[in-house]
């Protein structure tokens, strides 16, 4: 500060893989934040460390970390993280994995051959005016596959001092990955990218009508192999009105 102050960021947390996170913070905000930061500024930075570290695990840890590989794996194959990190998901609560104004992407993977996926009544059933896409994997365990953890990684380079860094470390805690030394599952990434196919939603077996009053939370065990396929010039096609990337700083 001009009168010879400094701000000092300092954590203190004896948690496995805070430190990290913090750091990871802290590169965002002083790559965004002016110098001397604001006041605002540092307003912002505290509140992201508040929602950051009071993220709890899933209920099913193995489960989130499946779901992780998969979105990160559909990132990194697909246009690459800088193309779809700004409308990721920010809370693991939200219904869709990637919005962008009326474009809906829900992703899911299974392990195994058969491509039957688990949806709620609101991943295919789309409002006036809104489209969605389902982006299918199927996934194979292999012991020299491609780690959550290296995929972890390559997002975090990717997205190092942006915003979007909040929002991996938020879906790193979510699944139990804060801890460094924590591998994650290995799936064999060649054959999850080539198993990679996308459908309409409305294309996919479902009630075609809104929820009646009184019944929420309406679940689906769908088989997409009955669907048909979207073909890569339609899926170019929709992808092109997807919303413009911001430049990351």
Do not use: N
């Not at 389902?134 to 380079?157: K, N, Q, T, V, Y």
């Amino acid at each position: 500060h001009s009168d010879g102050s400094f701000d000092r960021l300092s954590c203190e947390s004896t948690g496995s893989g805070d430190h990290e996170a913090f750091l990871l913070l802290v590169d965002m905000f002083t790559e965004q934040a002016p110098a001397p930061a604001p006041r605002d500024a540092l307003v912002v930075f505290f509140r992201s460390l508040v929602r950051l570290f009071a993220t709890e695990h899933a209920r099913d840890v193995a489960a989130a970390r499946e779901g992780l590989w998969g979105e990160l794996i559909l990132m990194r194959g697909g246009r690459g993280f800088r193309f779809w990190m700004p409308s990721w998901h920010s809370e693991a609560t939200r219904k869709f994995d990637f919005s962008a104004g009326s474009l809906r992407v829900e992703a899911k993977s299974v392990i195994g051959p058969l491509r039957v996926h688990h949806f709620g009544h609101r991943q295919l059933y789309a409002q006036p005016s809104e489209e969605i896409l389902i982006a299918s994997l199927l996934l194979r365990e292999e012991d020299a596959g491609l780690s959550l953890r290296e995929l972890i990684e390559e997002c975090r380079e990717a997205v190092r001092g942006t915003s979007d860094a909040l929002k991996l470390e938020s879906a790193v805690r979510s699944a139990g990955m804060e801890d460094p030394a924590e591998v994650g599952p290995r799936f064999d990434a060649s054959e999850a990218q080539q198993s990679l196919a996308w459908y309409r939603a409305e294309d996919a077996p479902h009630f075609r009508m809104a929820e009646p009053p009184g019944v929420t939370e309406t679940r689906y065990r769908v088989d997409l192999s009955v669907a048909p396929r979207l073909e890569q010039e339609e899926l170019d096609r929709w992808l092109a009105g997807w919303a413009p990337v911001p430049v990351a700083s």
